[in-house]
């Protein structure tokens, strides 16, 4: 009887392993799969989180404008001892609009109303704010110390403009002693990802006037 050759078991411990270089090229793999995840996972995360500042940046400036809107209908009108209730004042930073709103309005937390002024103040980085001061009616809001209350109320924004009609044309100065604006037109241009965003309104005030 022919005997059977024995199995060479070196051979077989080396068919049922991996080598060396199978090791390598699994952790390689491997490697590269996990990074893709984790620049995925990244980008992903940042892009949420931009995203996210961004709607709130958007809502601020939008409540902003929809207070400002109301106040200005709300503004009070002509009075003997008021020469300007609505100032404009036509300014500009960089070449960008920073006009200056000035009046008295009903719609306020003092009592009997209180002046409003938005202005633009500039940061030392060169970043723009739009500013509101609150003071008393008929008061001197341009004082430096006159303001009961001053806030930022938008950060980072372009350009500020505010345009008054009358009749058929828009101006950018509005100091008529008598006769309010028929319409105001308010342009807040705000800074988003890289990209300015403008937000607009048209309102006008209602004192005085039938509805």
Same mark, same amino acid.
């Given at each position: 009887m022919r005997q059977r050759p024995r199995p060479d078991r070196a051979a077989q411990g080396r068919s049922a392993g991996f080598t060396l270089i199978e090791v390598l090229i699994a952790v390689f793999l491997l490697t590269v799969i996990l990074?893709?995840?984790? &620049?995925?996972?990244?980008?992903?995360?940042?892009?949420? &989180?931009? &995203?996210g500042d961004m709607v709130v940046r958007l809502q601020e400036a939008r409540a902003t404008m929809d207070l400002m809107r109301r106040e200005i209908e709300a503004a009070m009108p002509q009075k003997d001892?008021? +020469?300007?209730?609505?100032?404009?004042?036509?300014?500009?930073?960089f070449g960008n609009p920073a006009s200056v709103l000035t009046f008295d309005t009903?719609? @306020?937390p003092l009592p009997g109303g209180a002046r409003i002024m938005y202005s633009v103040s500039e940061a030392e980085d060169g970043t723009? @704010?739009?500013?509101?001061?609150?003071?008393? +009616?008929?008061q001197d809001?341009?004082?430096?110390?006159?303001?009961?209350?001053? +806030?930022?109320? +938008?950060?980072?924004?372009?350009?500020?403009?505010?345009?008054?009609?009358?009749?058929?044309?828009w101006e950018r100065t509005w100091r008529e002693a008598r006769t309010p604006p028929e319409e105001i037109r308010v342009t807040l241009t705000v800074m988003l990802h890289g990209a300015e965003v403008p937000l607009v309104f048209t309102t006008r005030p209602y004192a005085g006037k039938s509805l």
């Open positions: 990074g893709a995840v984790y &620049t995925a996972f990244f980008v992903i995360h940042d892009a949420a &989180t931009t &995203t001892n008021i +020469v300007h209730p609505i100032d404009i004042k036509d300014r500009d930073v009903f719609a @306020s723009l @704010s739009l500013l509101k001061r609150i003071g008393r +009616v008929g809001m341009e004082l430096p110390g006159e303001a009961a209350a001053e +806030v930022e109320a +938008v950060d980072d924004i372009v350009s500020f403009l505010v345009e008054a009609r009358l009749r058929d044309k």
